[in-house]
C-alpha cells in the first residue's frame, strides 16, 4: 500500500509565502514524477509543477518565477515553495507520485489535497 501525506497549506496574505511538502511512503520500489496540482473552485484540476527523478523541473506558465519545485529522493519527499502569492493561487493543491510499487505494477498516486488560501 503506497500513502502521500501533504503538509503545509494555510491562509496568506497575497504577496505571501508558503510550503507545501508530500511524503510517500509504502510499498515503493521507486518514484519516477513526482508533481503538484491544483483545483479551483468550478475549474478543472491543472498542473502547477512536476519533477522526474534526476530533478528537472517544469511548471505552468502562471507559476514559473514564483513557485520552486524540489524533492528529496532519500526520504521520498516533494516540496513545493510559493513565494509571491497570487489571490488566483487560491485553490486545493494535491501531490501526486508516479511510481513503481513493490508488486512491480507502474501507476500514479494522489494525495488528498491541502487547502492554499490566498487573500487580497
Known amino acids: 500500500q503506497v500513502q502521500l501525506v501533504e503538509s503545509g497549506g494555510g491562509l496568506v496574505q497575497a504577496g505571501g509565502s508558503l510550503r507545501l511538502s508530500c511524503a510517500v511512503s509504502?510499498?515503493?520500489?521507486?518514484?519516477?514524477?513526482m508533481g503538484w496540482y491544483r483545483q479551483a473552485p468550478g475549474k478543472q484540476r491543472e498542473l502547477v509543477a512536476s519533477?522526474?527523478?534526476?530533478?528537472?523541473?517544469s511548471y505552468a506558465d502562471s507559476v514559473e518565477g514564483r513557485f520552486t519545485i524540489s524533492r528529496d529522493n532519500a526520504k521520498n519527499t516533494v516540496y513545493l515553495q510559493m513565494n509571491s502569492l497570487k489571490p488566483e493561487d487560491t485553490a486545493v493543491y494535491y501531490c501526486?507520485?508516479?511510481?513503481?510499487?513493490?508488486?512491480?505494477?507502474?501507476?500514479?498516486?494522489w494525495g488528498q489535497g491541502t487547502q492554499v488560501t490566498v487573500s487580497s
Open positions: 501526486s507520485a508516479n511510481l513503481i510499487s513493490t508488486a512491480f505494477v507502474r501507476r500514479d498516486y
Open positions: 509504502g510499498r515503493i520500489l521507486s518514484i519516477n514524477v
Open positions: 519533477i522526474i527523478s534526476g530533478g528537472s523541473t
